[in-house]
Structure formats: C-alpha cells, structure tokens
C-alpha cells in the first residue's frame, strides 16, 4: 500500500485540482465498479469533453481490495497527450486479464 499512497501524494502535489467524479456504482458477487468522469483542472469539472473516462473495477475479499484494474479513455487533446507521456507501463506481472 505503501507504494499507493506515495504515488497519490505526489499526484495531489502536482494536480491539486484533480476531480474524480463517481457517475455509476456497479456490484456482482466480489467485484466493484465505478463509472467515472476525472479532470486535472477545476474548469474541466463538469465538462463531459474534457478530462478522462475511467472504469475502475476491484475484487475484494474479506472487505480488503485483493485486485484492481481500470480502463481510461482520454476525451480531450491534452488528456491524449498527458496519457501517452503519463502512462501505458504495467508495473506487475499480473498481466492485463
């Protein structure tokens, strides 16, 4: 966890106007999914053209999160661009599936 909680404070640090937007809440059985709409900027928040569609899906156990997954779709120019100099390194061997 620690590694967690590392990233999302220096993520807080550099994007204190990040907005996560939960839009839907779905539940099967051990697994949780969020539906949502997040933007880096305060003038984004709102804006469906603007920031990044994300499906955040846990499986938990025993009220722990044992896995995580998401998927992101950028829906703006810079968000495309942020995502390709931000992203796209799976840092476990878990594998995508």
Not at 8 to 28: A, G, H
Not at 48 to 57: H, L
């Amino acid at each position: 966890m620690t590694g967690l909680v590392g990233f999302l404070q220096e993520f807080v640090e550099d994007y204190p106007e990040y907005s996560y937007d939960v839009k839907r809440i779905l539940v099967d059985g051990d697994f949780v999914i969020f539906h949502s709409h997040a933007t880096l900027f305060k003038d984004d928040r709102g804006n469906g053209q603007k920031g990044m569609n994300i499906i955040d899906t846990w499986k938990v156990e025993n009220g722990h999160i044992v896995e995580h997954w998401d998927s992101i779709q950028a829906l703006d120019g810079f968000m495309r661009f942020y995502s390709q100099v931000s992203g796209g390194t799976i840092r476990n061997d878990n594998g995508v599936f």
